[in-house]
């Protein structure tokens, strides 16, 4: 399972985790760091799991919507969490301090436009992409990074790591929205192994 339309981080966490052998690497948020580490991981051929406090970009519009229309807050889903980070509702200005000619900021610019995004940011002075694009290339990048392999936990929130003399050897997280008998609560803590950590 991956997205979660019904509001829980899916439970067969831990299977994923031990299927083929290899522990994965587990990505904390789905911000912009978030899934570019997991698209590095996906395409080394690294088992990648992405957990996040919020939800999808589909479901996180439509409780920004009841935050602003009906002043109903979602704590977990709204213009801070969720996948895309907090910059998914902003103007969508691709703003860098590092220098719009270095490697790094060039790949990722190409990759924006690997998934959707139009040529023209890797050229403009000031490149603008806008909420409604942001939307359909994380939409986009989701779709590509599910294919190769990578498991979104939505919904859900990691209460703790757990290290051992070794180092990191797994987590425990929990997801943030359960319903049963008609109410809606958290769910119960569960536990994680993976190989190492990426926040």
């Known amino acids: 399972q991956t997205s979660t339309s019904e509001r829980s981080g899916p439970s067969p966490a831990s299977s994923a985790g031990s299927k083929g052998g290899k522990l994965p690497v587990a990505v904390i948020g789905s911000g ?9 991981l996906a ?17 996180r ?4 919507g009841a935050m602003l229309h009906r002043r109903i807050l979602d704590q977990d889903s709204n213009i801070c969490y969720g996948e895309g980070g907090a910059g998914t509702w902003s ?8 220098g719009r000619n270095s490697g790094a900021v060039r790949y990722v610019l190409s990759q924006l436009v690997r998934f959707g995004a139009p040529e023209g940011i890797l050229v403009q002075g000031k490149p603008h992409l806008g909420t ?26 990691v209460e703790d790591i757990t290290v051992s003399a070794q180092g990191v050897t797994g987590l425990k997280y929990r997801a943030v929205h359960t319903r049963s008998a008609g109410s809606e609560h958290a769910g119960t803590l569960e536990e994680l192994r993976v190989q190492t950590i990426v926040m």
Request: charged share 30%.
């Open 43 to 59: 395409e080394s051929g690294v088992k990648c799991i992405v957990i996040e406090r919020g939800q999808p970009v589909e479901e």
């Open 32 to 40: 912009p760091a978030g899934l570019f580490a997991a698209l590095g």
């Open 91 to 98: 103007d969508g200005k691709l703003t860098t301090r590092i």
């Open 132 to 157: 409604d694009r942001l939307v359909r290339i994380l939409k986009s990048l989701r779709t590509y990074l599910e294919e190769h392999g990578v498991t979104f936990m939505f919904g859900t929130r």
């Open 61 to 64: 519009g439509r409780d920004i």
